[in-house]
């Protein structure tokens, strides 16, 4: 499951750039996303309206707000139909599934932003 995470993650930002409607609200945004599935990490920038995909090289990668999931509970997420458990970060966290972390300023900012760019791999084969 962790090879598939990696590609799901890895998938973001093109499926972000197809999205004129998720570019043009992401024109002013600046966030760092830490994604975590078990041994998987991986910081998603965005940066007004572009978003790159970064490994995480050491412990003083930056980044504003980490996201913290098994991986089982990032494929429920990305399910085409997900339970009310892993419908987005914020049900997941709780129900214990994820745990959100860091600075909720830009996190609060940005939030559905944000709840749809890591949502982009649902139902997506």
Do not use: Y
């Not at 041994?39 to 504003?64: A, H, N, V």
């Amino acid at each position: 499951m962790g090879s598939g995470i990696a590609e799901s993650f890895a998938r973001i930002p093109a499926l972000f750039a197809a999205s004129e409607a998720l570019v043009r609200g992401a024109a002013r945004a600046r966030i760092t996303l830490l994604l975590e599935a078990g041994e998987e990490c991986k910081r998603l920038r965005l940066d007004c309206g572009t978003l790159q995909i970064q490994d995480t090289s050491g412990p003083m990668d930056g980044w504003d707000v980490a996201l913290r999931a098994a991986p089982d509970a990032w494929a429920d997420h990305w399910s085409l139909f997900p339970r009310p458990d892993a419908n987005d970060i914020f049900g997941m966290a709780r129900h214990g599934r994820m745990r959100i972390e860091g600075n909720f300023l830009p996190l609060m900012r940005h939030l559905q932003l944000v709840k749809d760019i890591v949502a982009l791999p649902r139902g997506a084969s």
